[in-house]
Nanobody, 128 residues
Framework: QVQLVESGGGSVQAGGSLRLSCVDS????????MGWFRQAPGKEREGVAA???????GYADSVKGRFTISRDHAKNTLYLQMNSLKPEDTAMYYC??????????????????????WGQGTQVTVSS
């Protein structure tokens, strides 16, 4: 049974930092691509960042230079380090995974439908 569990969300003031974690349990093999998406109230879910198994990364323009995605294969954990947070970063953040394709390499990491597995989300709130 595949299970992705996010943690690390919370409330922070603008300019602050948070690190999100996503533990991938219940699966024997490494995911090919893993990513972070977010959804703000009244908005569609959008891709934030993703990383392929070979380390290739992709970022949304809105977070480049501020967010860093990484993965620890030994711990089956995906991270999102978020620095210089802004009020517009406020959203529910979701972890997603796909076992088969190198989505960053394919240029499709922002496509929700490419990911077969999703976590329940963790809330990030940034106040001004």
């Amino acid at each position: 049974q595949v299970q992705l569990v996010e943690s690390g969300g919370g409330s922070v003031q603008a300019g602050g930092s948070l690190r999100l974690s996503c533990v991938d349990s219940g699966y024997t093999y490494s995911r090919n691509s893993m990513g972070w998406f977010r959804q703000a109230p009244g908005k569609e879910r959008e891709g934030v960042a993703a990383v392929d198994l070979d380390g290739r990364t992709g970022y949304a323009d809105s977070v480049k230079g501020r967010f860093t995605i990484s993965r620890d294969h030994a711990k089956n954990t995906l991270y999102l380090q978020m620095n210089s947070l802004k009020p517009e970063d406020t959203a529910m953040y979701y972890c997603a995974a796909d076992p088969y394709a190198r989505l960053v390499w394919l240029g499709r990491w922002e496509v929700e439908g490419e990911y077969g597995y999703w976590g329940q989300g963790t809330q990030v709130t940034v106040s001004s």
